[in-house]
């Protein structure tokens, strides 16, 4: 089950305007989430003590969502707070992430959600900035952006066309009407190839060992980063790499390096493939780690590098949900 909130403000205190405001509030949360009104279990409102004349329940119901159970209550007087405000909150049988609104005055309310928010989390392979950017991203109803997916599109590309990617020349052709898109499913990242959706077949470790070569051309680089800041300046994003707050967001207002011993990121790589089917050994899954490690580090064009602004978080010893934590209250310290 999952929790869609939302709030809004009325003009005045009174029955029309009350109406109007709950109506264009219900729709937009049903719209931008692609609501169907079987997954409704109930919807709740509160309303600030200076709205008296008109329950936003009623006027939910009046507006036709009148289909499950509706509840309204009176917030207490508080000093300062946001004047004739409607919040609500809808339980919907759901998996997938949703997306919270809040129009006219009461965005100021969510200043994550009223500008566009980017987080970018960087760090080595198996750090598990994959799966904490995808999970802070849900937690928070944005975006999430996976940058390496762009540059394993690439080198899936050499993979199907038997090209050299040791040869510079060679690469540059084969990407100059390269055609790679971002697009999202259910709140999923899809990753296009020439059209075709290669979401599952880049994550091979053959791909993956390739991608951290290919990535390191400048013209591959400028190419992909100019894709991936064009995403962020019209989405809310987390963004996950080896270079985002160095390079491609220097500017991001927050920014987590993650990082955790070699052998640990070998052992949550190497059960990763297990789930996945793909067949290869501890040892040598540690030493694919141990080389991509040494090239992203050492690569000319925006090496692995921590930026100095950046907040850094060992996750050796640590699960996901207290690294998903660590980063929320950073994050949620600030908006």
């Given amino acids: 089950m999952k929790a869609i909130r939302g709030a809004t403000t009325v003009a005045k205190d009174c029955p029309e305007d009350i109406r109007e405001s709950v109506?264009?509030?219900?729709?937009c949360i049903f719209s931008e989430n692609n609501l169907r009104l079987d997954e409704v279990v109930c919807i709740m409102f509160s309303?600030?003590?200076?709205?008296?004349?008109?329950?936003?329940?009623?006027?939910?119901?009046e507006a036709g969502y009148a289909r499950f159970p509706l509840y309204s209550s009176s917030e207490p007087a508080i000093e300062g707070a946001l004047a004739r405000c409607i919040r609500v909150m809808i339980l919907v049988e759901r998996s997938k992430a949703v997306k919270h609104i809040y129009l006219r005055e009461a965005k100021m309310l969510?200043?994550?959600l009223s500008r566009t928010l980017n987080i970018a989390i960087d760090g080595p392979a198996g750090s598990g900035k994959s799966?904490?950017?995808?999970?802070?991203?849900?937690?928070?109803?944005?975006?999430?952006?996976?940058?390496?997916?762009?540059?394993?599109?690439?080198a899936l590309k050499c993979v199907r066309e038997n090209a050299d990617y040791a040869d510079k020349d060679v690469v540059r052709n084969l990407i100059e009407n390269i055609d790679i898109k971002v697009d999202y499913c259910?709140?999923?990242?899809?990753?296009?190839?020439?059209?075709?959706?290669?979401?599952s077949q880049i994550r091979t470790p053959q791909v993956s060992l390739l991608a951290s070569y290919v990535s390191a051309y400048s013209f591959v680089r400028t190419k992909?980063?100019?894709?991936?800041?064009?995403i962020a300046a019209k989405f809310s994003c987390v963004l996950d790499g080896r270079d985002i707050g160095t390079n491609v967001l220097p500017d991001c207002e927050f920014k987590f390096f993650?990082?955790?011993?070699?052998?640990?990121?070998?052992?949550?790589?190497?059960?990763?493939?297990?789930?996945?089917?793909?067949?290869?050994?501890?040892d040598d899954v540690l030493k694919d780690i141990e080389e991509r490690d040494f090239h992203d580090r050492n690569r000319a064009v925006a090496p692995l590098k921590q930026a100095k602004d950046a907040q850094v978080i060992d996750t050796s010893e640590m699960t996901i949900d207290q690294v998903v934590?660590?980063?929320?209250?950073?994050?949620?310290?600030k908006i």
């Fill in 325 to 333: 934590s660590a980063i929320l209250t950073k994050v949620e310290e």
């Fill in 110 to 112: 969510r200043k994550d």
């Fill in 23 to 27: 109506k264009e509030l219900l729709d």
């Fill in 186 to 199: 259910n709140g999923a990242q899809v990753t296009l190839l020439d059209g075709e959706d290669v979401s």
């Fill in 47 to 61: 309303s600030t003590a200076d709205i008296t004349s008109f329950y936003p329940a009623k006027a939910a119901r």
């Fill in 224 to 230: 992909m980063v100019d894709l991936q800041r064009e």
């Fill in 131 to 154: 799966t904490v950017s995808k999970i802070i991203a849900e937690r928070l109803g944005i975006l999430y952006l996976d940058t390496g997916a762009m540059y394993r599109a690439i």
């Fill in 258 to 282: 993650l990082t955790a011993d070699s052998a640990v990121r070998a052992k949550r790589r190497h059960e990763e493939n297990i789930s996945k089917g793909i067949t290869q050994s501890f």
